[in-house]
């Protein structure tokens, strides 16, 4: 897996965790509830497993269409021949891998706002404003990778990060 395959698993690994995160503790993190290293670690890890669950589903589904796609060009009377074989083998490992980074990155994006609410448990509003940055961070990042609009991608992933949070506290989820 080549460094532009593990950019799309990392940045939507990252996203999703702090997203995800928002969306469920902006209520207890804005209401000064503490969030304990134990509840820190199941939400992270939660986000962290459905994020990566999603990702092997979406990942794997259209690689094997590509195949499908492929073997329809070449007139083989069935994709079995390339989904049994080496090329088969190829796009479940590339699957496997960019779910591994997806998951990771995930668990991290999940316990950026987590481990400041964990240290600073009267300030949750830091929590979500280092959260914010983080999202303004990977949309630099994304900006700078996809050679796009620096300040589109910020402000687009600060705004997300914002409704995202506010969707979260009146949602009280936890």
């Given amino acids: 897996m080549n460094k532009l395959n593990i950019l799309f698993p990392f940045t939507l ?8 995160t928002l969306m ?3 209520r207890a993190l804005l209401s000064g509830d503490s969030i304990g ?15 990566a669950f999603s990702f092997f589903i979406a990942e794997y589904s259209r690689l094997r269409e590509e195949i499908s796609r492929t073997s329809r060009q070449l007139v083989l009377r069935s994709p079995s021949y ?3 074989g080496k090329i088969g083998r190829d796009i479940l490992i590339e699957s496997i891998i960019g779910t591994s980074v997806s ?16 240290l600073l448990p009267q300030d949750g509003l830091l929590s ?20 796009g609009n ?6 687009t992933m600060v705004i997300l990060g914002l409704m995202v ?10």
């Fill in 13 to 20: 690994g990252l996203s999703d965790g702090v997203i995800t």
């Fill in 82 to 84: 390339l989904i049994k």
């Fill in 128 to 147: 979500i404003a280092v959260a914010v940055v983080a999202l303004a961070g990977l949309g630099a990042g994304i900006g700078r990778s996809v050679r």
């Fill in 103 to 118: 998951a990771v990155s995930g668990f991290t994006g999940s316990m950026i706002p987590l481990s400041f609410s964990v």
């Fill in 24 to 26: 469920l503790i902006s």
């Fill in 150 to 155: 620096y300040l589109f991608w910020v402000l």
């Fill in 165 to 174: 949070s506010v969707i979260g506290f009146y949602l009280h989820l936890v």
């Fill in 37 to 51: 290293t134990g509840l820190a670690l199941r939400v992270a890890f939660g986000a962290a497993f459905v994020g």
